[in-house]
């Protein structure tokens, strides 16, 4: 399944980021804590060049917490200031101003020397779509703000939000990259819901998924589904025929019957990814740090 979407107006946004980054301080990565490599847009460390950056490991109330402690340390060796949130609850959200603060302490200091001390420090919030970067901005500034929409003609991006007196955050809207590198890319960011579900086969997606957690977490697999034990999976048969088959046992417990008594995957396919997205498999992280 080669996942891929890129629609014009991310590569309009990308122009943006171009061109609004002389007036920003630092860079603030929004990533997908369940998926931190594939959530983190490649072309990001070419566009803003130079620009001290924060990383934000975002819902991390639903990625599993030492495989975030490791992605924190991670990113921390490489140099990046590291925050984990989870946006919706506000949890870890309170940190923000102080990281940046942190990241930046020379170039504050600096200006302290000139007797600038009062200057605003301007951070540019970048991110993939749905990984929660409106609620994150509106849990910084504490308020309802508009959201930087990522469809085309609605062009709400490129505005600041002000934080306090002495912090300004720049929105982008959501977006994505013209070419995933790997076909796990694209699937991870199809399972989190990052790439919009109308523009794929949410069966296939589905039959993908329930093979990858029937190697990754089988154990919440026959939990969520009832299932007495995941059916031996054939040498020669591949992942997604495999995944087919556990859709239709799934399918056949929670009873979701078309005419003729076939089983209604579809459906079924849609409501695993539903309930991994809304943690109903509880706190998984798709992947590790190499
Ligand atoms: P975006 O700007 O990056 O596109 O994402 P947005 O903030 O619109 O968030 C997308 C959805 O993800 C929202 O849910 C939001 O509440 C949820 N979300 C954001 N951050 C987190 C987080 O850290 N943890 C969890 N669990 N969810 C988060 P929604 O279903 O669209 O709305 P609602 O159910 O919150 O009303």
Same mark, same amino acid.
């Given at each position: ?83 984990? #949130? ?10 923000? $101003? @102080?990281?940046? =603060?942190?990241?930046? &302490?020379? %170039? !504050? ?94 069966? #296939? ?10 190697? $990754? @977490?089988?154990? =919440?697999?026959?939990? &969520?589904? %009832? !299932? ?63």
């Amino acid at each position: 399944m080669n996942v891929q979407w890129y629609p014009g107006h991310m590569a309009k946004t990308r122009r943006l980021i171009g061109e609004r980054l002389r007036q920003v301080d630092a860079v603030c990565e929004i990533l997908d804590a369940r998926i931190p490599a594939s959530s983190r847009n490649p072309d990001v460390a070419e566009l803003t060049a130079g620009k001290p950056r924060l990383i934000v490991l975002n819902r991390a109330d639903q990625s599993d917490p030492d495989a975030t402690a490791q992605w924190g340390d991670f990113f921390r060796a490489r140099g990046f200031a590291v925050l984990a #949130t989870d946006a919706k609850s506000g949890r870890g959200a309170g940190k923000f $101003a @102080a990281a940046v =603060r942190e990241l930046l &302490a020379d %170039k !504050l200091k600096a200006y302290a020397d000139k007797g600038q001390s009062g200057r605003v420090v301007r951070v540019m919030v970048l991110g993939i779509p749905n990984v929660g970067k409106s609620t994150f901005i509106n849990r910084i500034a504490g308020r309802n703000v508009a959201k930087a929409e990522d469809r085309p003609g609605v062009t709400r991006a490129g505005q600041w939000v002000p934080v306090d007196k002495r912090l300004e955050l720049l929105d982008t809207p959501g977006i994505l990259w013209p070419k995933f590198g790997d076909e796990t890319v694209g699937l991870h960011l199809a399972f989190t819901g990052a790439v919009k579900d109308e523009i794929l086969d949410t069966e #296939t997606l589905g039959c993908h998924f329930m093979a990858y957690l029937s190697e $990754a @977490a089988p154990e =919440r697999l026959r939990e &969520a589904y %009832k !299932l007495p034990e995941l059916p031996p999976r054939d040498a020669a048969e591949t992942g997604i025929a495999y995944g087919f088959r556990l859709l239709q046992d799934a399918g056949r417990k929670r009873g979701f019957l078309v005419s003729g008594g076939e089983i209604d995957t579809e459906r079924m396919a849609k409501i695993l990814l539903d309930e991994y997205r809304a943690g109903k498999l509880g706190r998984l992280t798709l992947e590790l740090p190499e």
